[in-house]
């Protein structure tokens, strides 16, 4: 066996295992975005059955409820562009034709890229701010402001990975 040979068949196991490891990740912040979506369910529901059966509210579940729903989409923003679930506008590409869609697939995973790497870094700024100055949430929870925010980084840092995944898949032919 030639050392060609080799290298031509190492080359689409890497990218395999590649593949499989951002599958395994995006998977993991889909599936915390769905327990977190589970959290949202149960404390939303224990608010609303202090408030009218027991007339005792619980404070401040609704700034609790806002944080988790940023963690959720965060997370679970890489599995939906991973799987194909996201929301495009389709006009353009029922319009062209294989090779344009090929063209405008690129385009769109290089779009994706770009726009999270900016997040990733404008969040990170934001977290490092806000732990710099020991920032706290103005409600009732009063929780360093950097613990919410950095659902964000990681959001953003698993949205990375998943268009990164998305990219390669596309330029190997096997979107």
């Known amino acids: 066996m030639s050392l060609d040979r080799i290298d031509d068949e190492e080359a689409p ?40 059966v027991l007339g005792r509210p619980l404070v401040g579940v609704d700034e609790a409820t806002g944080f988790l729903v940023v963690a959720i989409v965060m997370f679970g923003a890489a599995e939906a562009l991973r799987r194909g679930d996201h929301i495009r506008i389709d006009l353009l590409f029922d ?18 890229i770009v726009f999270a790497a900016l997040l990733m870094r404008a969040a990170w700024h934001t977290v490092a701010f806000s732990r710099q100055f020991e920032a706290y949430s103005t409600g009732y929870l009063s929780i360093p402001l950097w613990i919410p925010q950095s659902t964000m980084v990681a959001g953003a840092g698993l949205l990375v990975l998943a268009a990164l995944g998305g990219l390669l898949r596309h330029l190997r032919g096997r979107a």
Do not use: C, H, K
């Not at 319009?95 to 994706?112: F, I, K, T």
């Open 95 to 112: 319009m062209a034709g294989p090779r344009g869609r090929w063209w405008l697939e690129l385009w769109s995973q290089l779009a994706v």
């Open 13 to 52: 196991r890497a990218s395999s295992r590649l593949d499989a490891a951002i599958a395994v990740i995006s998977r993991i912040g889909g599936g915390l975005s769905a327990l977190l979506l589970l959290v949202v369910l149960g404390v939303t529901a224990l608010s609303v059955f202090n408030r009218y």
